[in-house]
C-alpha cells in the first residue's frame, strides 16, 4: 500500500499519451517514412524481390535523402495485423492503432523508470517525477510518433532504469550497467546514431565512478548489442529496400556528420540545445531554476544528481557541435532530467514545515506544474492538432464526395483522381487515409515541368492546393492549372484551417476557443466542452486576472472541383 500512490499514478503516462494520439490522430512529413512502411508492410509485407510492383512501396517512390530503418515500422505491422484481419481494408483505425502501441511501449518505459527512481530514491521523488513528466508537453505528445527518435526512446529510458543506483550496492549493478549499454547500443545502431555519444558518455562517467570496469564482460555487452543490432538491421533492411548489404544508420552517419548534408535543413548556433530546446522540453521553468539547484546544492542528493545529470548534458553538449539542431535529436535526455529535478523537488517537500523557504518552495514548485500541466492539455495540445490540414481536408473531400451528392457535381463513383499539393502532403495525408476511399488515385508529382502540361491536370476531379486569408488567393499549382485548362471552371468546395499562431487576450477580450472546444467535442462530448469552458473562466478570473491564450487559425488549405461537363 506504500508505494500505491506511484504505481497507480503512473497510468497518468498512457493515460495522456493516448489522449494525444487520439486528438491528434495524423502524422506530418517528417513521420511519413515509418507511417507508410507501416501501411505497406502490413498491405504487402516486405519486398520479396527486384521484380515486385514497386508502386505499392511508399519508399521507392519517395526515398528520402537518406535510407532509414524499417524495423520499427514492421514490428507496428505485425502487432497490428490482428486487427488488420478483421478490417476489410488497411483503413485509419490501423493507423491509430500502431501508434498507440509505440505511444504505450513509451509510457511503459516511463512507468518502468518512474518505479526505478522509487526503489532507488523513495516514494516522494517518484511522484514528484511522474508529476514533473506528465505535465510537459512534448515528449508526451511525441510518444506515439513514429519518428526514428521515438522508436529509440523507449530503449534508451529502460537502459536509463538500469543505471539507477539500487538501494543497497552489490555485484549486480555492474551487470545492470552492462544491460543498459546492451540497449544504448541497440537503440543507436538500428534507429539513431548518435546514440553512439550517449553510449560513449555514459560507459565514460560509469568507469570513471568505478560502477564498472574494463573488463571483458563490459566490453562484450556493447559488442553482443552491436552485433545483434547490425545483423537485424541488415537482413531486415536490406531486404525492404532491395539493397544488400544495407545499414540504414551508418548511411545517415555518413550523409548528415562525415558530408555535412543536414545542415541543408538549417543550422542552429551551438549553445541552441541549452537556451531554446531543453528549456522547451522541460516546460516548467523551475525545473531548471529551482528544483535542479536545490538538488545540486544539497550533500544528500549531490552524488545521485550528478549520476544524472553529468552523462546526459555531456551527450547535448557534444552534440551541440553538430550544426543542424532539432530537440528531438536529445530527447533521450529528459527523463534523467526531470529526474534530477524531482530529487530537488522531493528535498523540498518532505522539509516543506521545516523552513520558508522550503514551503514557498514546493507550494512553487506544485503550483507552476499545475500551470504547466494546463498549458499543455488546453493551449498547446488543441494548437498542435490543427497543425494537420492536409488530412483535415482529404478525410472532409471524401465525406463531402460520398455523403452530399447533389446536382451537377460528380457522381459518387469510385473513379475519382486527386491532386494532393506539396502542403497537403507535408500536413498530415498517408496512404492511410488514402485507402479510406477504395479505387480513388492520388498523384503527388513536384515535378514542375510536368504539372505545366494541360494533359497533366486535365484527369483530376479535385486537387488539394494551399489557401491564405486573401479569397483571391492562388498558389502556383493553381496558377498551373488555370493555365494549362484555361477553358475549364473549378470550384472551392472546402476550405480547412490551420494553426497559425496563438492570440493573447487581454482582459476584457471574449475568449471563444474555438479550435480547443472542437478538440474537447471530439474527445469527450458536450460535457469535456462545459467543463473546459467553466475551467478556463476561473483560471482566467482567478489565477491570470482576465488575460487568456487561444489557438489562432487561418485559411490553409482549399479543395477545388472540376465542375461537371466543363
Same mark, same amino acid.
Given at each position: 500500500m506504500r508505494h500505491a500512490a506511484s504505481t497507480v499514478l503512473a497510468l497518468l503516462f498512457p493515460a495522456l499519451i493516448l489522449l494525444h494520439l487520439l486528438a491528434a490522430p495524423y502524422t506530418k512529413v517528417e513521420e511519413s517514412f515509418h507511417i507508410q512502411a507501416v501501411r505497406d508492410i502490413l498491405a504487402h509485407g516486405l519486398p520479396r524481390s527486384l521484380e515486385l510492383q514497386r508502386a505499392s512501396y511508399d519508399h521507392f517512390a519517395f526515398p528520402g535523402a537518406v535510407p532509414r530503418t524499417a524495423i520499427g515500422a514492421a514490428v507496428l505491422a505485425k502487432l497490428s495485423q490482428p486487427v488488420a484481419w478483421l478490417n476489410e481494408g488497411i483503413n485509419g483505425q490501423i493507423l491509430v492503432l500502431a501508434r498507440a502501441i509505440l505511444g504505450l511501449f513509451n509510457a511503459f518505459a516511463l512507468a518502468v523508470y518512474a518505479h526505478g527512481l522509487r526503489r532507488s530514491f523513495g516514494q516522494p521523488v517518484a511522484v514528484w517525477y511522474i508529476l514533473l513528466q506528465g505535465s510537459q508537453f512534448h515528449l508526451l505528445y511525441y510518444a506515439s510518433r513514429p519518428l526514428s527518435n521515438m522508436f529509440a526512446f523507449g530503449l534508451t529510458t529502460l537502459s536509463m532504469r538500469y543505471l539507477l543506483p539500487e538501494p543497497i550496492p552489490s555485484a549486480r549493478d555492474r551487470s545492470r550497467a552492462r544491460r543498459a549499454l546492451f540497449l544504448l547500443t541497440v537503440a543507436g545502431v538500428i534507429f539513431r546514431s548518435e546514440l553512439a555519444l550517449l553510449v560513449a558518455t555514459q560507459t565514460i562517467f560509469l568507469l570513471?565512478?568505478?560502477?564498472?570496469?574494463?573488463?571483458?564482460?563490459?566490453?562484450? *555487452?556493447?559488442?553482443?548489442?552491436?552485433?545483434?543490432?547490425? @545483423?537485424?538491421?541488415?537482413?531486415?533492411? /536490406?531486404?525492404? #529496400?532491395?539493397?544488400?548489404?544495407?545499414?540504414?544508420?551508418?548511411?545517415?552517419?555518413?550523409?548528415?556528420?562525415? /558530408?555535412?548534408?543536414?545542415?541543408?535543413?538549417?543550422?542552429?548556433? #551551438? $549553445?541552441?540545445?541549452f537556451v531554446n530546446a531543453l528549456p522547451r522540453l522541460l516546460l516548467n521553468p523551475l525545473i531548471y531554476l529551482l528544483a535542479i539547484p536545490v538538488a545540486l546544492r544539497q550533500p544528500a542528493t549531490r552524488q545521485p544528481v550528478a549520476s544524472l545529470l553529468v552523462p546526459s548534458l555531456s551527450f547535448v553538449a557534444l552534440y551541440s557541435f553538430q550544426p543542424h539542431k532539432e530537440w528531438r535529436f536529445i530527447v533521450y535526455g529528459v527523463p534523467p532530467l526531470t529526474a534530477a529535478a524531482a530529487l530537488?523537488?522531493?528535498?523540498? #517537500?518532505?522539509?516543506?514545515?521545516? /523552513? +520558508?523557504?522550503?514551503?514557498?518552495?514546493?507550494? @512553487?514548485?506544485?503550483? %507552476?506544474? +499545475?500551470?504547466? $500541466?494546463?498549458? !499543455?492539455?488546453?493551449?498547446?495540445?488543441?494548437?498542435?492538432?490543427?497543425?494537420?490540414?492536409?488530412?483535415?481536408?482529404?478525410? *472532409?473531400?471524401?465525406? &463531402? &464526395?460520398? &455523403? %452530399?451528392? %447533389?446536382?451537377?457535381?460528380?457522381?459518387?463513383?469510385?473513379?475519382? !483522381?486527386?491532386?494532393?499539393?506539396? +502542403?497537403?502532403?507535408?500536413?498530415?495525408?498517408?496512404? $492511410?487515409?488514402?485507402?479510406?476511399?477504395?479505387?480513388?488515385?492520388?498523384?503527388?508529382?513536384?515535378?514542375? &515541368?510536368?504539372k505545366s502540361s494541360p494533359a497533366f491536370w486535365d484527369r483530376f476531379d479535385y486537387v488539394l492546393v494551399e489557401a491564405a486569408l486573401d479569397p483571391n488567393y492562388r498558389d502556383n499549382d493553381e496558377v498551373r492549372l488555370r493555365h494549362a485548362l484555361p477553358g475549364s471552371e473549378w470550384e472551392t468546395v472546402l476550405v480547412v484551417d490551420g494553426f497559425a499562431g496563438l492570440s493573447v487576450l487581454r482582459p476584457g477580450s471574449p475568449a471563444t476557443g474555438v479550435v480547443e472546444r472542437k478538440v474537447l467535442q471530439m474527445l469527450g462530448g458536450g460535457r469535456a466542452v462545459e467543463t473546459f469552458d467553466a475551467v478556463r473562466e476561473y483560471v482566467r478570473e482567478v489565477l491570470l486576472r482576465g488575460w487568456w491564450v487561444e489557438v489562432r487559425m487561418r485559411p490553409k488549405i482549399k479543395v477545388l472541383r472540376r465542375v461537371k461537363g466543363i
Open positions: 570513471a565512478t568505478r560502477r564498472i570496469r574494463l573488463s571483458p564482460d563490459a566490453v562484450s *555487452a556493447g559488442l553482443l548489442g552491436l552485433g545483434t543490432a547490425v @545483423l537485424a538491421t541488415v537482413v531486415i533492411d /536490406s531486404q525492404f #529496400w532491395q539493397r544488400f548489404p544495407l545499414w540504414p544508420e551508418l548511411e545517415a552517419f555518413r550523409f548528415n556528420v562525415v /558530408s555535412g548534408q543536414s545542415s541543408a535543413w538549417g543550422t542552429e548556433p #551551438w $549553445f541552441f540545445y530537488g523537488a522531493a528535498y523540498l #517537500w518532505t522539509r516543506r514545515a521545516r /523552513s +520558508l523557504f522550503a514551503r514557498s518552495a514546493s507550494h @512553487l514548485l506544485a503550483i %507552476s506544474t +499545475l500551470a504547466a $500541466f494546463l498549458l !499543455s492539455n488546453l493551449v498547446l495540445l488543441p494548437a498542435s492538432a490543427a497543425n494537420y490540414p492536409g488530412a483535415q481536408a482529404l478525410f *472532409a473531400l471524401q465525406n &463531402h &464526395h460520398f &455523403h %452530399s451528392p %447533389s446536382p451537377n457535381i460528380l457522381p459518387p463513383s469510385t473513379n475519382v !483522381s486527386v491532386y494532393l499539393g506539396n +502542403l497537403a502532403c507535408q500536413t498530415g495525408i498517408t496512404r $492511410f487515409l488514402q485507402d479510406q476511399a477504395p479505387g480513388w488515385t492520388y498523384d503527388k508529382t513536384e515535378d514542375e &515541368h510536368v
